[in-house]
């Protein structure tokens, strides 16, 4: 039988990703982080030379990326075209690339058809921006996160400089304001919270106890879905 999707949606640095990792390991779904899907094909952009102006250009570069997730060491990393990209898409270049390169209307539809097919057959975690409004309107669990924009900034401030990359919180919290108004006025797909999505407001919570209130929604709502044969 067929087990729930949770839809995991949420503004930059509210702890998606955190969570999101933490909740599928301790129901044992797959954890799927769709950001860092966009942010592989910023990363591809930016290696390529491609003006962010070029749409149609980054549209087929889009489409002929081979994107997986794997395993390796107990870990989920990102490959693109068979490299190991965990690592290189979250510098603040990659980052600021892939709001505007996530606008792109065929980028979407192109990431939106391989996220759909990842998480077909159900049981897991995907977390993003337009998971529960367009990826999987359906899913059983919806949840949008969010936070204040100074702790978002100082989350992902922290975050940099424990992987060792220099970062200014005052340019963070500007990024991320800018990014916020990218992400909700787009036109395609823009950033909001789903109506039947639980709101959860992080700021004086830690990523476990985020994923503790989720799970218990998992437990409450998880209903024997159809079959998947």
């Given amino acids: 039988m067929r087990k729930p999707i949770i839809a995991i949606d949420g503004p930059a640095g509210a702890g998606k990703s955190t969570v999101a990792r933490i909740v599928a390991e301790r129901l044992g779904y797959i954890y799927i982080d769709t950001g860092a899907m966009y942010r592989a094909v910023a990363l591809a952009v930016l290696r390529s030379g491609i003006s962010i102006s070029e749409h149609a250009k980054i549209t087929a ?3 002929a990326l081979d994107l997986r997730f794997e395993k390796v060491d107990n ?3 990102l490959f693109s075209d ?3 990209v965990t690592e290189a898409i979250r510098t603040p270049e990659a980052t ?3 709001s505007p390169v996530s606008a792109i209307r065929g980028v979407r539809n192109r990431l939106v058809e391989l996220q759909r097919k990842m998480g077909e057959c159900g049981g897991i975690v995907m977390e993003g921006r337009d998971i529960g409004t367009v990826v999987f309107p359906n899913a059983e669990i919806k949840v949008f996160l969010t936070a204040s924009a100074e702790e978002r900034a100082r989350r992902r401030t922290e975050e940099l400089r424990q992987k060792g ?3 200014d919180m005052s340019r963070i919290a ?3 304001a800018e990014r916020d108004l990218r992400d909700s006025s787009r036109v395609h797909a823009p950033l909001k919270q789903a109506p039947d999505a639980v709101l959860i407001e992080t700021d004086n919570m830690t990523a476990e106890q985020v994923a503790d209130a ?3 929604l998992h437990n409450a709502r998880a209903i024997e879905g159809c ?3």
């Fill in 82 to 84: 068979g490299e190991d």
């Fill in 96 to 98: 600021r690339l892939s």
């Fill in 227 to 229: 079959s998947t044969q």
């Fill in 214 to 216: 989720i799970i218990e």
């Fill in 165 to 167: 990359i220099e970062a």
């Fill in 174 to 176: 500007a990024d991320i």
């Fill in 61 to 63: 570069l889009a489409k």
């Fill in 75 to 77: 870990e989920q990393r």
